[in-house]
T-cell receptor, first 118, second 109 residues
Framework: DAGVTQSPTHLIKTRGQQVTLRCSPK?????VSWYQQALGQGPQFIFQ???????QRGNFPDRFSGHQFPNYSSELNVNALLLGDSALYLC?????????????????FGSGTQLSVL | GQSLEQPSEVTAVEGAIVQINCTYQ??????LSWYQQHDGGAPTFLSY????GLEETGRFSSFLSRSDSYGYLLLQELQMKDSASYFC??????????FGAGTRLFVKA
């Protein structure tokens, strides 16, 4: 049973460019959340997707956008990259058993995409 | 604002017991989770407390007191492989989980 897979594992971009990161959730999971983790910090919530819609967003600008496909996989897009966007981007999947309480009880994380913006 | 406070670093010796505390201040609360992350790895789920009290999973236990907005992770019989970062995380309701900045645990021989 494959866990959460993310691609690519590493990426180097320059300021102003755009990037797309991809995530396939754990088999049987229908909910995907994206997190940004700076070095030495905890993951910061970007947004969550369920039924192909963004249903909650953290404190991130509109340059960060996403998409969820019918097979539950997801993409994170970041436009107009800034140096400060350099971080580890983590995808987490879960099961939406209860839309309010259980969706975030247990998150399964991928190994992340390490993005470096030069 | 919303915040989770946990110590930045803890050092302990192999075979010992260590406790990592977490206090939180959030606009909503449905439960407290703990995750382990080794350098270069993915965070992995350790435990979840939705109600007050102690949850035990092998060498790891987690405690929650909702009235005190406080929880802790207890690691027993420490092993070298337990050296990692540990994050407490709060399910704020809705669909958002907030993470603390993490506690780096160093286990010495």
């Amino acid at each position: 049973d494959a866990g959460v897979t993310q691609s690519p594992t590493h990426l180097i971009k320059t300021r102003g460019q755009q990037v797309t990161l991809r995530c396939s959730p754990k088999s049987g999971h229908d909910t995907v959340s994206w997190y940004q983790q700076a070095l030495g910090q905890g993951p910061q919530f970007i947004f969550q997707y369920y039924e192909e819609e963004e249903r909650q967003r953290g404190n991130f600008p509109d340059r960060f956008s996403g998409h969820q496909f019918p097979n539950y996989s997801s993409e994170l897009n970041v436009n107009a990259l800034l140096l400060g966007d350099s971080a580890l981007y983590l995808c987490a999947s879960s099961i939406d058993r209860d839309r309010v309480i259980m969706a975030n009880e247990k998150l399964f994380f991928g190994s992340g995409t390490q993005l470096s913006v030069l | 604002g919303q915040s989770l406070e946990q110590p930045s670093e803890v050092t302990a010796v192999e075979g010992a017991i260590v406790q990592i505390n977490c206090t939180y201040q959030t606009s909503g609360f449905y439960g407290l989770s703990w995750y382990q992350q080794h350098d270069g790895g993915a965070p992995t789920f350790l435990s979840y407390n939705g109600l007050d009290g102690l949850e035990e999973t092998g060498r790891f236990s987690s405690f929650l007191s909702r009235s005190d907005s406080y929880g802790y992770l207890l690691l027993q019989e420490l092993q070298m492989k337990d050296s990692a970062s540990y994050f407490c995380a709060v399910n704020t309701g809705g669909f958002k989980t907030i993470f603390g900045a993490g506690t780096r645990l160093f286990v010495k021989a």
